[in-house]
């Protein structure tokens, strides 16, 4: 993680007092003026002969005098400032004593060093030594990605920094962590947003408002941001939930495979800022990140999202599903194939082997994609569209489509569902089939 650079510009002190500090967002680089001595007063007369010593006075030190002789007043040594803390003060100036030094400026979240007091001059006495700034709050390092302007960029910049295959850097969730997701979510399904995350996502997520340079909207973003040893990688692998408040179609689309189901997680991106859509759920790891088996279902992953129930992207999904009850809704899950695996190029699934009725939103969306696209071979459970054997892709054992499918969120991992509830969409793509161009005017046919 990069750290933008705080300079701290000391205020100039003059005879009396500091004019004061002005701060600027940084870390490294603080400064502090170096002091200069004052000029020898000019004798009240020639009678009150005498050597004055070089002024000094720092930060509200009274000038001395030296043998009646007036003595000038000095520059004192500027006091030091640290990222937002007090000014330290300049010493206090002897009798003709030359002028105290400032404190050092500390570094981030520290208090400037303490100065020292002026020298004595002839007749005069040592100044006292200035006290250092106190303590400034520490900025913090930045925000992982918020210098992005575009969702686009804002999921490109995170895909970027996500747990790779093999890298076992996805993080298995506890159960606190676990809840809090599902309180995060749901407070940002209620509108909430630009909150602190739950105390044990503290330190790991953001919530924030993230405005879309390129459509102008606003929408409430989560996403990670740890990234302790600054190797350009997120440190656990959980995740962006983001919520657009002004949709009214409760829809929400998903890619659980990011980096490994290549342009799934730019397709389902780009399709939630064209589409009508409340929210946008990706994982945060590739799914072979780690080469540890999922606990849940052995023959994947331990960070493939869809067959683990430990995961944020599952807490998730049962936020969603408490949220919204019996109230109809959606999610799309944006899935990828080889061209090779069936011999259709885009099949639709609700994650079970029951063909999905003609009214349902899949059949629906199925038959508006025929439409724009008449040379798509599009299948589905129960509908075929070349030769040779139907698609195996059913993705019944999903555990999200297992979720909203009706099986207790205990039981996902091993219970299959017995029927469908339209909730949940799985739709797997050859690689040529993943352009969210191509999906728009359908996905907007059937959730106007």
Partial sequence: MRLTKHVALAGILLAV??????????????????????????DASSEDTGIAGSAGIANGGSAGTANGGSAGTANG???GTANGGSSGQGGSAGSGGSSGTGGQAGTSGQGGSTGTGGAGGTGGTAGTAGTGGSAGADAGPPVF?????????????????????????????????LSDWRAMVTSMLQG???????????????????????????YCAAWEILDANTDGRV??????????????????HAAPHPLTDVSTETQATALFKATNAKGLVLAGA????????????????????????????????????????????????????????????????????TNPAPGDKLSLLKSAM???????????????????????????????????????????????????????????????????????????????
């Fill in 286 to 353: 590739a799914r072979t990140a780690n080469s540890a088996a999922s606990t849940c279902q052995s023959s994947y992953g331990q960070a493939d999202v869809a067959h683990n129930a430990t995961t944020t992207f599952q807490a998730a999904y049962e936020a969603l599903n408490a949220h919204y009850g019996a109230q109809p809704w959606t999610a799309i899950q944006w899935h990828g194939m080889a061209s090779s695996t069936c011999a259709s190029e885009v099949f639709f699934t609700h994650g079970v082997t």
């Fill in 17 to 42: 007092a500091a004019d004061g500090c002005t701060h600027l967002l940084a870390i490294d680089g603080d400064y502090a003026d170096q002091p200069t001595g004052g000029s020898a007063g000019a």
């Fill in 145 to 177: 990605c918020s210098s992005t302007t575009t969702l686009e960029d804002l999921v490109a910049c995170i895909v970027g920094g996500m747990p790779k295959p093999d890298s076992n850097g996805f993080v298995v969730p506890g159960s606190q962590q």
């Fill in 235 to 252: 440190d656990h692998g959980w995740g962006t939930f983001v919520v657009n408040g002004a949709a009214t179609q409760q829809l929400f």
């Fill in 370 to 448: 025929a439409s724009h696209h008449s040379g798509w071979c599009l299948e589905a459970p129960g509908s075929t569209c070349a030769a040779g054997s139907p698609c195996d892709q059913v993705s019944t054992t999903n555990v999200q489509g297992r979720l909203l499918n009706g099986v207790s969120a205990s039981g996902v991992c091993s219970q299959s569902a017995s029927s469908y509830s339209g909730r949940f969409i799985a739709i797997e793509q050859d690689p040529n089939f993943r352009n969210a161009q191509d999906w728009i005017a359908s996905v907007n046919e059937v959730w106007p």
């Fill in 77 to 79: 040594g500027s006091a």
């Fill in 192 to 218: 909430a947003c630009d909150f602190a995350p739950p105390a044990s996502l503290s330190a790991i997520m953001t919530i924030r408002t993230f405005h879309d340079a390129g459509n102008g909207k606003n």
